[in-house]
């Protein structure tokens, strides 16, 4: 569940919630400064330590970001199964330590974006307190059968179908 | 699995599904217990069945309507797997995070 404003952020689990037909939020609390937090969200050499899933086998194959407003940024990976795919975009908005505003298109084979392609708009805003970093990243779709289809290649979950309603459903069939 | 996700996503699709929990039902029973007519509940009915979610178990004279697991076990894998995709990145980056701080402290240690 998304943390509202003014509630006390305590989870450091991760939380997606698709808040319309096109948007889907996803938030986590790091432990950390909001500056420390900005600066391993955009900065390459950082972004290539924690974006690919090691634990899953993923690996960075190549990460470039020139972090500036009409600045590009594209990262290359190699999910452990073979193969390799691409996010690439522009930044539209950097104030740090607090937001950061940025297209994202998804590349499936690491070759450019598909043509007529529409971008992802990206918000990701760091909110500090007690020393500690709520990370909420909003994604916008440019529609909702995009979002679907995005949803049907691994992402997230159906509007109002919170995780642990699924979690007790699966559990009450077992 | 789009298909899933998008029936799920009707509040009352949904509602359907939570009834259906406590075992399968016949058509008008659902709707008595939803206070949704028969037409809507079978239209409901069929895009949930489409989607592998429930099936119709005949049973003496009647169609009992009932959740099929296998259909729910396949979404909640799905979620599970992009779900794990964000958990291990956050941990990566959380690691991150502690050693930037280190990092930090002992650099301002060393300027002192």
New interface residues.
Partial sequence: MAAREGEPVLTRRTSFERVSDRELVIARTIDGPARIVFDAWTRPEHVRRWWAPQSLGGRMVSCDAEVRVGGRYRYVLEPGKGGRFAFSGEYTEITPPSRLVYTAFFEPTASGPMPGAAAVMVTVTFEERDGKTHIRSRELYPSKEVLDGALATGMERGVHVTMDQLDELVASLR | ??E????????NR?RI??LL?GGPRPVNDIGGRLRLNQPQVSKHLRVLKQAGLVDVEPRAQQRLYA?R?QG??Q??D??E??????????????????Q??QK?KSDGRKRR
């Avoid at chain 2, 899933?4 to 509040?11: D, H, I, S, W």
């Fill in positions: 699995m789009t899933a996700f998008a029936a799920l996503g009707e509040p949904y599904v939570e929990r959740l697991a729910l076990r979404l909640h799905w979620l797997r992009y779900r794990e995709l964000w958990d291990a990145r956050f941990t990566q980056l959380d690691d991150l995070v502690q930037l701080k930090e």
